[in-house]
Each structure stands twice: as C-alpha cells, then as structure tokens.
C-alpha cells in the first residue's frame, strides 16, 4: 500500500470567506456536508456518487477554526491504523487524537510528528 495523501483540511475561522476565496482562486466546488456537524467538503476533482475520485487528485474538507494556532492537516492512508499509532510512538510523535471511527469512511487518529508538525492517519472501510 502507498501511504499517501488522501484528504485534507483546512481550519477557517470565516467559512464563507475562506470558501468564496479558494473557489475563486482554484475553481474548487465547496459544499455544506450533511451530517450532523458543521463540515464542507472540497472536491478538488470530481467524484462518482461512492464519493471517489473520477481522476487522480486529492480532496479535502474544511472547517471551522477552533483556535488561531489551528493549522491545515493532510491525512495520510495507513493499512493497519494499530500499527501506525505504534509507529508514531516508536518514532518519537505523539498520538494527540485517539483512533476513532467516522462511519462509511474508516477509522482516524491524529499525530504529531517529532518536531510537532500535525498529521493524520486515515485507514479506510474501502480496503
């Protein structure tokens, strides 16, 4: 498996600047998720209705800023999001988020690397 890119997302303390900005700048479509939480999706290229990429590229999301030192995250694919944690551990990161599920997706956690730069680890349901 290629641990790549696989989502990211952006804080923003304005949504609706932040949005009329990169679709503006990008032509990125950004839209309102429906779920239960405040979440827009950035589709960087377009997707088929299983939510998958039609062409290689990379979407992400976006969402509210909860404080002002919250930077962007890229997630990264894993195979094993068990293992991964370990690994981050072993390496000398940290696990600043738990695993946790999101339904129809996978399973997250979120890292930070030695020098304490933020990352995601993303194993998907799609495997």
Do not use: C
């Not at 949005?19 to 405040?38: A, C, M, Q, S, T």
């Not at 998958?52 to 909860?66: D, T």
Request: net charge negative.
């Amino acid at each position: 498996m290629d641990n790549t890119i696989v989502h990211f997302e952006i804080p923003a303390a304005d949504v609706e600047k932040m949005k009329r900005f990169y679709e503006g700048l990008f032509g990125w479509k950004i839209e309102k998720d429906p779920g239960p939480i405040e979440y827009y999706m950035i589709y960087t290229v377009p997707v088929d209705e299983k939510g998958i990429a039609l062409r290689p590229g990379v979407n992400g999301g976006m969402i509210k800023k909860e404080s002002a030192e919250q930077k962007p995250v890229n997630y990264i694919s894993v195979e094993s999001i068990d293992e991964s944690i370990e690994k981050v551990k072993k390496l000398g990161g940290k696990i600043v988020m738990p695993k946790q599920e999101i339904p129809t997706i996978g399973w997250i956690a979120t890292a930070l690397d030695p020098e304490g730069n933020q990352i995601a680890l993303l194993q998907s349901m799609r495997m």
